[in-house]
């Protein structure tokens, strides 16, 4: 099955810095490449995601980017903010499969 | 705003003791799965329904069941909750777009918090 792996799990930048957390995944299958935001004590929201059609996506501040010969993908955030504070989690999927999710990156926007 | 509602957000139950958590939707959406996420952990996936048909994961434990009375609500009932199965339980949802279905952004709530005396 898929595996995902992400990195880093700990990641502190100051406060209107980039940031920048990427994933790698193991099935040259997977075509839908999920981010979810994870705030403390709720549920993780989509913030952006990519298909395997397209080698990069854009949202403001929010970035996406896929290699799909490398098999990795990228989430990146500009101009950081204090409420972009969250653990963030890459994900990856096809067909019908479960999502699989990396291990999660928890941000901190240092002031 | 449609959305996912899970209730309640904090549950306490006893070692042993039945405990039922719901999920009820506005979105209209065909596919609905129950997620177990434990502390500093991604979700874990027990099982989802698409429409009325029920899957479960291969791991799931059989203490975990579901129920999908109609398209907006589910529950999830752990029959006999152990120490072990405290956690944030998570409902998410995902629009029926055919034979990739699974290929859809999903709508998570806001989670129950199970904690087990």
């Known amino acids: 099955g898929e595996n995902v792996e992400q990195h880093p799990s700990t990641l502190s930048v100051q406060e209107g810095d980039s940031a920048v957390i990427k994933c790698t995944y193991s099935d040259s299958a997977s075509n839908y490449f999920p981010w979810y935001k994870q705030e403390l004590g709720k549920g993780p929201q989509l913030i952006i995601d990519i298909r395997s059609n397209v080698g990069e996506k854009k949202d403001q501040r929010i970035a996406v980017t896929l290699n799909k010969t490398a098999k990795h993908f990228s989430l990146h955030i500009t101009e950081t903010q204090p409420e972009d504070s969250a653990v963030y989690f890459c994900?990856?999927?096809?067909?019908?499969?479960?999502?699989?999710f990396g291990t999660g990156t928890r941000l901190t926007i240092i002031p | 705003d449609a959305m996912v509602i899970q209730n309640p957000r904090y549950q306490v139950t006893q070692f042993g003791k039945p405990v039922t958590l719901s999920c009820s939707q506005t979105?209209?959406?065909?596919?609905m799965y129950w997620y177990q996420q434990k502390s500093s952990q991604a979700p874990k996936l027990l099982f989802h329904y698409y429409d009325k048909d029920f899957n479960n994961e291969a791991d799931t434990p059989d203490n975990f069941q579901s129920r999908r009375p109609n398209t907006s609500f589910c529950f999830l009932d752990i029959r006999s909750p152990g120490l072990g199965d405290a956690a944030m339980y998570l409902c998410?949802?995902?629009?029926?777009?055919?034979?990739?279905?699974?290929?859809?952004?999903?709508?998570f709530g806001d989670g129950t918090r199970l904690s087990i005396l």
């Open positions: 998410a949802t995902s629009i029926d777009s055919g034979p990739n279905w699974g290929n859809q952004p999903q709508h």
């Open positions: 979105l209209n959406h065909n596919v």
């Open positions: 994900a990856a999927t096809y067909g019908n499969e479960k999502l699989t």
